[in-house]
């Protein structure tokens, strides 16, 4: 659980160099935003968290591009 504290930190890899990575809030879909990632396809931020969120479990979806580095096992 996160407290509603205007945000929280957020640092990732594996994202296509200097793309946007969308940031969503559901049950109710909400758009917070978006990051962009650095030229080594790194994302580190802050994900803010709306007043108005209801309280509540909630699923964090980001959206981005992978990078062609990446791979799946």
Known sequence: M???TGGFKLALA???ATSY???YLFSNPLYLGQLTVGADG???GVIPLPTNA???EHTLQLVGKRSEEHTSE
Do not use: A, I, R
Request: hydrophobic letters at 40%.
């Open 54 to 56: 209801p309280l509540g």
């Open 2 to 4: 996160v407290p509603n």
């Open 21 to 23: 990575v969308g940031m």
């Open 14 to 16: 594996g994202f296509e």
């Open 42 to 44: 790194k994302l580190s």
